[in-house]
């Protein structure tokens, strides 16, 4: 598992690691360096002219350094920078470290120009602002990151790619577009979010000496999963046990013309590890989920039953509330009793979010609910649940799904191109596995199953809540090497588990 840290976070882990370790600064930035100049040398033919551009803090100071360790080992290096050098008084402008390498490289007999030159580069280093950037750019930077992004070469930005916000991604007036970015010791919310996503390249994290001892036991709140943690995570499956070991998910879910959905979601719940899936569904469907899923348990109803309600939820381990249900009053009171009758874990998604959304009654009735609380929601449910606009929450998605699972109680799953999951005991993931191939109707259906799964098979609501997001992800990545961009359906997505799960195993053998 990786942390991930906000710009005042690494702020004050590097505080940490020169005020009390006595780790010096010289010595944080020149492994800064030598980690982007790794990086480099391995892809970087010889002889290619190797571009700078720099700022006046820290970050133009592992530019600098940069310059310097690839000038010694043979390449040729230009700087460039809006701020001259060479007058003494811009010297007060630029950080005690920057001013130092920049002294460094001159005796070296490297110039800073105050204009790219004009000469062909094979590679382009943008160290002009790190991660503490949190104003648009204007005037002669933007004009000379616009350079710099029009330059046939491979880019390369040293912690952040300029322009783009640390915490949120977002673009700060005008932004670098970076082939690679080389980030120190933790990666930031800015490369996980769209679009800064998508302009930071290839993302790699360079160990330069700020470890979690930094964190000196005031841990960050953001994480991301990683392959090594599923062996780890994943409820073990023993030899002595039965289909009851493994509990019962009940999927309320579809209605009329409406199957797939909770046909998707109980094939993913038992693709998750679920000992029994039952469904709770429209008379109309019994045929097709017996048909499409013989395994499942299935019940039907043609008005409200609460007999044959309370009979389901009483047999449940967990209980999944939404998928393709439908807002009618008929399920408007099947989502009452549940959250007045139930006390177990419930998952809701989809509809069932919709339902409550819609009544305030409900909402309340949400908030007190007696049982454990996963609220799966994509950007458009969060925007009618929390009466925040759209741009409102993909502007800063972490304080959205925090808000939200404040107010409600419950652990959020954010859906989104990069999901957000706010979890009760405070701590934030963000999911970084899954593609573009899974945007298709009934993946949430899926992922809403593949949770419901876990909690069933044991797992505490918040890792299920977290970590099904990731493994749903990793499905996704599986389906679409299989079949491509486009071909890949929801199903593709349950069947994806079984080469999730079959790597888990390997492994372990």
Known sequence: MKYVLTSSEMGRFDKNTMEHFGVISPVLMERAAYAVFSELERRIPFGKNILIATGTGNNAGDGFALGRMLHLKGYHVDFVSVLDFNEASNLNKVSVETKRQADIIKKYGLHIYSDIPCKSYGCVVDSLFGTGLSRPIEGKYKDLLEKLNDIDAYKVSIDIPSGIHSDTGKVLGTHFRADLTVTMAFPKYGHLYYPGREYTGELVVADIGVTKESFLGEDPKGRLYEKKDIAKILPQRLPDTHKGSYGRVLCIAGSKDMAGACFLCAKSAYASGAGLVCVYTPEENRVIIQEKIPEAIVYTYNDFDEAGLR?????????????????????????????????????????????????????????????????????????????????????????????????????????????????????????NSGNNAMAKGGSGDVLSGIIGGFVSSGM????????GPYIHGLCGDAARQRKGAYSVLASDIIDGMEYVGKSVYDEGK
Request: charged share 30%; glycine share 6%.
């Open 311 to 431: 009979k389901a939820i009483d047999k449940a381990t967990v209980v999944i509330l939404g998928p393709g249900f439908g807002t009618d009053i008929l399920q408007s009171k099947i989502t009452e009793y549940v959250l007045k009758y139930s006390q177990r874990p419930l998952i809701l998604d989809a509809d069932g979010i919709n339902i409550v959304s819609n009544d305030n009654s409900l909402r309340e009735l949400l908030k007190n609910y007696k049982g454990k609380k996963i609220l799966t929601p994509h950007i458009k449910e969060a925007s009618k649940l929390s009466g925040k606009d759209i741009p409102k929450i993909k502007e800063d998605p972490v304080l959205a799904a925090e808000e939200l699972s404040d107010e409600y109680g419950a652990d959020i799953v954010l859906k989104d191109a990069v999901s957000t999951i706010a979890r009760t005991d405070g701590k934030i993931f963000i999911n």
């Open 460 to 467: 505490d609501s918040s890792d299920a809540a977290s970590f």
